[in-house]
């Protein structure tokens, strides 16, 4: 009887043990996913609010008749292939962030190249609407990047802990794939060329 006992309590620890394993580890990959669903929402939060200025910023550029019609398209459709690409924060694999990163670069090329061209246009650039523009557009891509960093700290978190064993092999029982990270963007490794 004292045997049947010891070995009855033995197994209880261990299903003890295996239970408290298997549901503390699915509980943090539930917390950490949650973490990263709330980091890709300040993401997205802060791209929309890019996008709400732009039509703002276009139609005051426009207000000047000489300035180049080319780059004011070419802003247009970017945010319009910009807002084409959404990703469920179910489905934020690396393939999938990559495809958003490149669709709000291409956007952020066409804001540059506007800022760029409109130094030719001295009135617009004195002009007060304009100037608050592009200074609540110079905000909104700073916070863009402080979002995009902490997402990126959030991911490094989730996919650490997902990918360690044994946990990365339960990861495909419960389906917790590892999530993308926001990249640099290519040739930004290289400074820009000043002249005078």
Not at 25 to 36: C, I, L, T
Not at 78 to 104: C, D, H, M, W, Y
Not at 174 to 182: L, N, R, V
């Amino acid at each position: 009887m004292k045997k049947l006992l010891i070995i009855g309590g033995i197994v209880l620890v261990v299903v003890l043990f295996l239970y408290s394993f298997f549901a503390g580890s699915y509980n943090n990959m539930v917390a950490k996913d949650e973490a990263v669903k709330s980091a890709w929402a300040q993401v997205q939060n802060v791209y929309q609010r890019r996008m709400d200025l732009i039509p703002n910023l276009v139609n005051t550029v426009k207000g000047y008749a000489n300035f180049e019609q080319e780059t004011l398209t070419k802003i247009v459709e970017a945010r319009a292939k910009a807002t084409s690409v959404n990703i469920s924060p179910q489905n934020l694999s690396p393939e999938e962030i990559k495809k958003f990163q490149g669709a709000q670069d291409g956007l952020s090329q066409a804001l540059g190249r506007l800022l760029s061209v409109v130094e030719n246009y001295p009135d617009l650039k004195a002009n007060q609407n304009f100037l608050e523009l592009q200074s609540q557009l110079e905000g909104t891509e700073n916070r863009i990047t402080v979002e995009r960093q902490k997402y990126n700290v959030v991911v490094q978190d989730y996919n650490g802990y997902v990918r360690a064993f044994p946990r990365n092999i339960l990861r495909g029982m419960y389906g917790f794939d590892p999530k993308g990270y926001f990249e640099a963007t290519a040739g930004a490794e290289k400074a820009p060329e000043v002249k005078f």
